[in-house]
Nanobody
Framework: QVQLVESGGDLVQPEGSLRLSCAAS????????MGWYRRAPGKERELVAIITNSGGTNYADSTKGRFTISRDNAKNTVHLQMNSLKPEDTAVYYC???????????????WGQGTQVTVSA
């Protein structure tokens, strides 16, 4: 089994900062791309940022310059540093990863359970 567990969601004031973390655990041989997605109330889930296992990154236009994605391959973790937060960033944030499973070498896509980020005065 493979699990992704997010942490770091909270209530924060506009222009504040938060750091989300996601740890992958279980029967893992390696991890490819990892990313963060979010779903705001009444909206579809959308990509926030993605990072390859070699460190290449891509961001949604709405988060460029404010959010930074990073990863620690040795610890199977991915982080999202969020600065200058806006009320429209309010959403449930989900971690996502392409994992090569140790016992069968299959590449499967996994999601975390989500962590709530609320930006409000």
């Amino acid at each position: 089994q493979v699990q992704l567990v997010e942490s770091g969601g909270d209530l924060v004031q506009p222009e504040g900062s938060l750091r989300l973390s996601c740890a992958a655990s279980g029967s893992i041989l390696s991890i490819g791309a990892m990313g963060w997605y979010r779903r705001a109330p009444g909206k579809e889930r959308e990509l926030v940022a993605i990072i390859t296992n070699s460190g290449g990154t891509n961001y949604a236009d709405s988060t460029k310059g404010r959010f930074t994605i990073s990863r620690d391959n040795a610890k199977n973790t991915v982080h999202l540093q969020m600065n200058s937060l806006k009320p429209e960033d309010t959403a449930v944030y989900y971690c996502n990863a392409n994992v090569v499973r140790l016992y069968d070498r299959r590449v499967l896509n996994y999601w975390g359970q989500g962590t709530q980020v609320t930006v409000s005065a």
